[in-house]
């Protein structure tokens, strides 16, 4: 039985790739969809570079401490020292975590891997499949993504900074979670938040959970997410203009993920949290930035 599955699930992504083949190459053209005449989108906007293409949000520039205060319930010492961040220009960021259908568009043009069978297995169950976050894969193939996108529209995609990442899951907020100081139930899919009626022991579709104060989805639970970051076992000297910290690393070939999923107590989806990974993880997705200005 198991191997006609694995063998259904390679018909099903063939199928899907030569589908694909004949209009990726024309919508991966489409124009950016907002009307702005300077080629820059405001404060807040929703756009997308193509038609198959991340939706993205502008968030602003601004100023945070990034890491836990010494008093943070669940800290972590490796969450300091504490430190001020700036983030000196407007940038955008994917509005959700990139999602399956959105990784296959890659698979069918080349530079993306399929997922492994077994990240399949639970998800394809479920319905709206394509709606869910593309787990199971590499730092290095989420960089690839990136890359392919840049590539494709000629924008500059790339994986968020940790600092960049800490500062838009806080949108504004320095509590130690991005609503207060308290992890509230039901606004993350997080494994105390589920209840034995509505609990799917998995991912569940982006956007299931009301934005946070940017507009951006699902930083807190769901999947972790990768970042540039190399690992550092603290903060000490960390870049505090918002730049990944890529250098002296404690071990170059781990990298840093963030918030938390749907495996982990609501402590780890804290926008301070910090964690790391060497390969893939069934829980391990994440989403794609680019800069709005040279």
Same mark, same amino acid.
Do not use: D
């Given at each position: 039985m198991k191997v006609q599955t694995m063998k259904t699930m390679l018909l099903h992504h &063939?199928?899907?790739?030569r589908l694909?083949?004949?209009?990726?190459?024309?919508?991966?053209?489409?124009?950016?969809s907002w009307a702005d005449p300077s080629g820059t989108p405001p404060l807040g906007a929703v756009f997308h570079d193509c038609a198959l293409c991340p939706q993205m949000v502008v968030v602003p520039a601004g100023s945070y401490l990034m890491?836990?205060? %010494?008093? %943070?319930?669940?800290? %972590?010492?490796?969450?300091?020292?504490? &430190?001020?961040?700036?983030?000196?220009?407007?940038?955008a960021v994917g509005r959700f975590e990139v999602t399956r259908d959105e990784w296959q568009i890659c698979v069918a043009e080349g530079p993306c891997q399929a997922q492994s069978s077994r990240t399949g297995m639970g998800a394809a169950m479920i319905p709206g499949a394509g709606r869910l976050p593309v787990v199971d894969i590499t730092w290095e193939q989420a960089s690839q993504y990136a890359q392919w996108l840049s590539e494709r529209t000629g924008q500059p995609y790339r994986l968020l900074s940790e600092s960049e990442w800490e500062y838009v899951a806080r949108a504004g907020s320095q509590s130690a979670y991005a609503g207060g100081d308290t992890f509230v139930a039901g606004r993350a899919n997080v494994s105390p938040a589920m209840t034995e009626s509505d609990a799917v022991p998995a991912a569940w579709h982006v956007g299931s959970f009301a934005p946070n104060a940017f507009g951006l989805y699902d930083l807190q639970g769901n999947v972790w997410e990768w970042v540039q970051d190399c690992f550092h076992d603290n903060?000490?000297?960390a870049p505090a203009d918002g730049a990944a910290w890529t250098e002296r690393c404690t071990h170059a070939e781990s &990298?840093?993920?963030r918030g938390g999923s749907w495996k982990t107590p609501s402590v780890q989806t804290r926008p301070a949290h910090r964690a790391w990974a060497h390969g893939? %993880?069934?829980d391990i997705g994440f989403r794609v930035a680019r800069a709005l200005t040279p």
């Open positions: &063939h199928a899907w790739g694909l083949s004949g209009v990726v190459l024309g919508l991966m053209c489409a124009q950016p890491g836990s205060a %010494e008093t %943070e319930l669940g800290r %972590e010492i490796y969450e300091s020292p504490q &430190h001020r961040v700036m983030i000196l220009k407007p940038f903060l000490a000297g &990298h840093m993920a893939s %993880e069934a």
